[in-house]
């Protein structure tokens, strides 16, 4: 019912900034809530940000300040802009939503921070 394509990720130095997109498909995202999340080898997928129909925003402790969670729902979009990354921000990012029924991931975008 929804598919998710997730872009930008690449190689950048401690301190500086990308941003993520994830474009989905459908007539249902305006009323879909959406998450990132991110793994690093070896760790469990842990929450970075959320969003809901709403506007409505939440974030890990760890990136409070940093990162920005937006959605345009006339282009069906979400958005994660990351600023000052660090080396611990290193991981491939997923794109998140659900409906009353199913859960859906995103391919996932690799992040790699050097010092």
């Known amino acids: 019912q929804v598919q998710l394509v997730e872009s930008g990720g690449g190689l950048v130095q401690a301190g500086g900034s990308l941003r993520l997109s994830c474009v989905a498909s459908?007539?249902?995202?305006?009323?879909?809530?959406m998450g990132w999340y991110r793994q690093a080898p070896g760790k469990q997928r842990e929450l970075v940000a959320t969003?809901?129909?709403?506007?409505?925003?939440n974030y890990a402790d760890s990136v409070k300040g940093r990162f920005t969670i937006s959605r345009d729902n006339a282009k069906n979009t979400v958005y994660l802009q990351m600023n000052s990354l660090k080396p611990e921000d290193t991981a491939v990012y997923y794109c998140?939503?659900?409906?009353?029924?199913?859960?859906?991931w995103g391919q996932g975008t690799q992040v790699t921070v050097s010092s």
């Open positions: 459908g007539s249902i995202f305006r009323i879909i809530p």
């Open positions: 998140k939503t659900e409906t009353a029924y199913l859960t859906y």
């Open positions: 969003i809901t129909s709403g506007g409505s925003t």
